[in-house]
């Protein structure tokens, strides 16, 4: 199989790959900078076990977040079912502002705008599909929308997998019946997020700026995007100060913060297992 998206590539580029070098693809795919006969660089990614749209819908986000002109994103040169060419991002060191630089970019991404909740297709967080078709009722409620499509679709996916059991079952009831006024207050505009936003998916380019990677793209409320920086270490305080002072929050964003991080946390349960399963429920408990 290799050898055969080998030759694709080399017929679609029109010249010979030259040599290859593995590099880290994070916990699902197999990664490699390539060089070719005629001296670029690209970055390929490779999966013959994942879906077989998983790919397309990562190029679609990249794509997506283009559009914004806020941050930069690697180019798709090439994608099919078991693959994904990127331009190939050069690792650089973080520039002296690197922090409010990327602060008030990502703030930037987030002033572009869509007129409906969701995206023109579902796609993936991490390796679990994430629903971004809004009904009709959801496209322009954002509290319905996040309710049925993240944290409802992810109990499902927890009892699907085993891990609803009655404490669970009883929090998310709960959580529906308060989940307007948890959300009371927030923002109704749609905005263009990364969606997947930690420290592992971003790099640092050969000018000593962010470059966003592996995006889960959606409209929705950008404090799910920032709650989501907060998890697994969280950004620098400068990061966040810039962020505010571009495009300031909402008041009550920290409350909300939990039950944006809790969609993550949800995943991550039915990703990786129970060791997620106390956060889940300490998540829930902060509004109960």
């Known amino acids: 199989m290799k050898n055969e998206i080998i030759k694709y590539i080399e017929i679609e580029l029109d010249c010979k790959i030259v040599s290859s070098k593995n590099v880290g693809g994070g916990c699902i795919n197999d990664a490699q900078t390539i060089i070719t006969s005629d001296d670029r660089k690209y970055f390929l990614k490779l999966n013959y076990h994942s879906a077989k749209d998983m790919f397309f819908k990562e190029a679609n986000g990249l794509k997506e977040l283009k559009k914004a002109a806020a941050i930069r994103v690697p180019e798709v040169i090439l994608v099919d079912s078991n693959f994904i060419l990127l331009e190939q991002i050069n690792s650089g060191r973080k520039s002296k502002t690197f922090d409010e630089d990327f602060g008030r970019s990502f703030a930037k991404m987030h002033q572009f705008t869509s007129e409906h909740f969701g995206f023109y297709e579902d796609n993936y967080i991490g390796s679990t599909p994430q629903k971004n078709i809004p009904e009709p009722d959801e496209k322009n409620n954002w509290i319905k929308f996040y309710f049925n499509k993240r944290i409802l679709f992810q109990y499902k996916l927890l009892e699907k997998n085993g891990y609803a059991d009655s404490s669970i079952k009883r929090r998310i009831s709960l959580l529906e019946d308060k989940i307007e006024t948890i959300l009371q207050g927030s923002e109704n505009i749609p905005s263009l997020l990364h969606g997947d936003l930690w420290s592992g ?88």
């Open 201 to 288: 998916n971003y790099l640092i380019d050969e000018n000593g700026n962010a470059c966003l990677i592996d995006p889960a793209v959606y409209y929705g409320n950008r404090e799910a995007d920032l709650a989501m920086t907060k998890l697994f270490g969280g950004f620098s305080s400068a990061f966040y100060k810039a962020y505010n002072d571009f495009f300031p929050l909402p008041d009550g964003y920290e409350y909300r913060e939990n039950i944006y991080k809790l969609y993550h946390v949800m995943n991550h349960l039915n990703l990786f297992g129970s060791g997620y399963y106390h956060q889940t429920i300490s998540l829930m408990d902060f509004y109960l």
